[in-house]
């Protein structure tokens, strides 16, 4: 496992890490966990990452860590707790951080984000953007100085308004998922550089594209979901076209992908398994990919440089894209797979 500096905090971490999302009840629970944790340490992973509004994770992961004994870089965020919650109320934030210490049984929180800072309608974390303020930039830096806390940063999906925040120059960490993958490239425009410029450490969420990039999905591509637009669908054919005439496996090209970038600090993988981990540190340790190679990805990224705005933000491939209570809409517009 090769370790890469987290910007300018003095951590190093290694270069693929475990999401908690799925360190919790929505994987394998506490047995499957404590499995997982052992079989990444043996492995070389030395961070997770969790979150209050990951279900259980804290939790489930923190009886994990205590139980392994092993030295992990841990990062926990603010938001979603207590509820009803109050990002403009330090006792909530106080609460959260006492929650999140005790349920992972440590005093020093490794790395502090803010959760989901780019989504004022989610969390109304600010209560002005210029200069940037709010109750969680004090608490923040009364934390780090004091040692309670090594690290601080932001979490979040979108990029412009990501791309402002990590400007203040104010965090030291950028958590970015959804906008930096094989085809989807928002992140390389403004923000990746940005986080660069201001020294700050960047992972990276969502490598596999929270699935659609996990396997292979010909049959339904062909049939052209009601949802997917013709140039996804080109886009699309044309990657599965590119992995039968190389040979490559889809997440361990997904993953080489971001891992060439040198300025990606470490790859998030939501693996539920043994077998998951171990294939992804299996891909990663090939190293970054040949420049021809990212050349020819970045033609079938072209194809659809931006997101068409009613595509759905995570790829429903392989899932039902309605809930049960507009199924028969569901299966009505099937007419529309052509």
């Not at 929180?109 to 600010?126: A, S, T």
């Not at 932001?154 to 990501?162: F, I, N, S």
């Not at 507009?326 to 052509?338: C, S």
Request: negative net charge.
């Amino acid at each position: 496992m090769q370790y890469r500096p987290l910007g300018r905090t003095g951590i190093e971490v290694s270069e693929l890490s475990l999401g908690g999302l799925y360190a919790s009840s929505l994987g394998g629970g506490d047995s499957e966990t404590a499995q997982l944790l052992a079989a990444a340490s043996e492995l070389g992973i030395n961070y997770c990452d969790t979150a209050p509004a990951y279900a259980d994770s804290e939790a489930t992961l923190g009886k994990a860590l205590q139980a392994s004994g092993k030295p992990f870089i841990v990062s926990t965020k603010f938001g979603g707790r207590p509820l009803p919650f109050d990002p403009q109320n330090v006792d909530h934030l106080k609460q959260s951080l006492a929650e999140s210490r005790r349920l992972l049984g440590r005093e020093q929180i490794d790395i502090l984000l803010i959760h989901e800072p780019d989504r004022p309608q989610q969390y109304g974390w600010w209560s002005n953007y210029k200069p940037l303020a709010g109750p969680v930039l004090d608490l923040l830096k009364e934390l780090k100085e004091s040692g309670q806390v090594k690290a601080i940063g932001l979490a979040g999906t979108t990029v412009t308004e990501m791309t402002s925040l990590v400007r203040t120059g104010l965090f030291d960490v950028l958590l970015t998922a959804f906008n930096y993958n094989l085809l989807f490239r928002e992140a390389e425009e403004e923000l990746l550089p940005t986080a660069k410029e201001q020294g700050m450490g960047i992972i990276v969420g969502s490598a596999l594209g929270q699935g659609f990039l996990g396997r292979r999905f010909d049959q339904e591509v062909l049939d052209r979901p009601f949802w997917m637009t013709r140039r996804r669908r080109e886009q699309l054919l044309r990657l599965y076209t590119f992995l039968d005439e190389t040979g490559f496996d889809l997440p361990e090209l997904c993953l080489r992908f971001v891992l060439s970038n040198p300025d990606v600090s470490t790859v998030l993988i939501g693996a539920k398994t043994r077998e998951q981990l171990e294939t992804s540190v299996t891909g990663a340790k090939l190293g970054p990919l040949k420049p021809e190679t990212l050349s020819q990805l970045h033609e079938i990224a072209a194809m659809l440089p931006h997101r068409p705005y009613e595509e759905p933000m995570i790829l429903p491939l392989g899932k039902t894209y309605y809930g049960p209570g507009i199924a028969n809409m569901g299966a009505a517009v099937q007419v529309g797979k052509n």
